[in-house]
């Protein structure tokens, strides 16, 4: 059951990647935290009281990234290449969006940590802005592309 994260007693089991060829990956993921235009505006204008909303969402998406490999039971620790996070407003959201893209050389994708980066400067977002607008909607945490590997590239 090659790819499976159960054995044959049904106990969970880290896949074996240790026979698959090291290639070129890199995914990108991407979501949104919808909010009032109100708070859009204390972001816009440096005025969010925790300091600059989207450089420290930028940064702890980076950061989670790197910790995928412990969060999400299973999953393997991946020596990234690299991870940008880009969160940009959109005043008729209104909110962020926020997008990442993770690589790596080597036997496994990278499409968890993407999307962990997300999920996290997505989370981060709303915790420095819960005091102002508790409303805030974290939606579309989604896959947007994959490439590298033995299923090749994907597109949504």
């Given at each position: 059951m090659a790819g499976n994260h159960f054995d044959e007693a049904g106990r969970p089991r880290m896949v074996d990647v240790s026979a698959k060829h090291k290639t070129s990956r890199a995914a990108t993921a991407a979501g949104r935290v919808r909010m009032t235009a109100e708070t859009l505006e204390h972001i816009i204008g440096g005025r969010a009281a925790k300091g600059d909303v989207i450089a420290i969402a930028e940064l702890a998406g980076i950061m989670a990234a790197k910790q995928t490999g412990t969060l999400i039971p299973l999953c393997h620790p991946i020596g990234l290449d690299s991870v940008?996070?880009?969160?940009?407003?959109?005043?008729?959201?209104?909110?962020?969006?926020?997008?990442?893209?993770?690589?790596?050389?080597?036997?496994?994708?990278?499409?968890?940590?993407?999307?962990?980066?997300?999920?996290?400067?997505?989370?981060?977002?709303?915790?420095?802005?819960?005091?102002?607008?508790?409303?805030?909607?974290i939606e579309a945490v989604e896959l947007v592309a994959k490439s590298g590997g033995k299923s090749g590239d994907w597109t949504r």
């Open positions: 940008t996070v880009a969160i940009t407003p959109d005043a008729f959201l209104p909110g962020l969006h926020v997008t990442a893209e993770a690589r790596c050389t080597g036997r496994t994708g990278v499409e968890m940590e993407a999307m962990t980066a997300v999920s996290v400067a997505c989370l981060t977002i709303y915790d420095m802005l819960k005091s102002i607008d508790r409303g805030m909607t």
